[in-house]
T-cell receptor
Framework: GQQVMQIPQYQHVQEGEDFTTYCNSS?????IQWYKQRPGGHPVFLIQ?????EVKKQKRLTFQFGEAKKNSSLHITATQTTDVGTYFC???????????FGKGTKLSVIP | DTGVSQDPRHKITKRGQNVTFRCDPI?????LYWYRQTLGQGPEFLTY????????KSRLLSDRFSAERPKGSFSTLEIQRTEQGDSAMYLC???????????????FGPGTRLLVL
């Protein structure tokens, strides 16, 4: 079955430093989505990428979808304490409704 | 609040008991999903409804699990003869998709945290 791997599992950064999490799928994806989950909270949708090579920005967050539609990344510039949480990528396979989540990257920001 | 709601938020039960969770999706959303999340893991897909039809079930969903969405609105997830391994957060999500589209935003509820003793 489809597998989605995400690295790193944990990342500790000083406030103001950049942060990147990477996502790789074992199969070609129809689209990839990113979610943020705060401690004790539920996943909150951030963005969806559909096109090969697509790049989208949301303020300090930059999302990329690989040319082969098998990998993706999330980059946060100049992290803030409000960025704390676990970031999940989730891939949708072609012809499937089943969203496969990675294990997430837990981001800690040291003030 | 017009978001996805789930009830109860917490459930403690003894092994062997049956439990039922309810999910109320965002009004007019036609798709509804159930996921299970354990500590340190991402949500795992369990099952999916398009309106009242259950269209896909994960291999994770054993015979002890059953889900319904009788009128295409709220959904219930029942676990029979609970086991300690069923302890997890059960998340519901809903979305609205019109026509054939690979674009979809799933809105998650707060989850029901189940502890089986």
């Amino acid at each position: 079955g489809q597998q989605v791997m995400q690295i790193p599992q944990y990342q500790h950064v000083q406030e103001g430093e950049d942060f990147t999490t990477y996502c790789n799928s074992s199969t070609t994806l129809s689209n990839i989505q990113w979610y943020k989950q705060r401690p004790g909270g539920h996943p909150v949708f951030l963005i969806q990428l559909v096109k090969s090579g697509e790049v989208k920005k949301q303020k300090r967050l930059t999302f990329q979808f690989g040319e082969a539609k098998k990998n993706s990344s999330l980059h946060i510039t100049a992290t803030q304490t409000t960025d704390v949480g676990t970031y999940f990528c989730a891939g949708l396979g072609a012809g499937s409704y089943q969203l496969t989540f990675g294990k997430g990257t837990k981001l800690s920001v040291i003030p | 609040d017009t978001g996805v709601s789930q009830d109860p938020r917490h459930k403690i039960t003894k092994r062997g008991q049956n439990v039922t969770f309810r999910c109320d999706p965002i009004s007019e959303h036609n798709r509804l999903y159930w996921y299970r999340q354990t500590l340190g893991q991402g949500p795992e897909f369990l099952t999916y409804f398009q309106n009242e039809a259950q269209l896909e079930k994960s291999r994770l969903l054993s015979d002890r699990f059953s889900a319904e969405r009788p009128k295409g609105s709220f959904s219930t997830l029942e676990i029979q003869r609970t086991e300690q391994g069923d302890s997890a957060m059960y998340l519901c999500a809903s979305s609205l998709v019109i026509g054939v589209s690979n674009k979809e935003t799933q809105y998650f509820g707060p989850g029901t945290r189940l502890l089986v003793l």
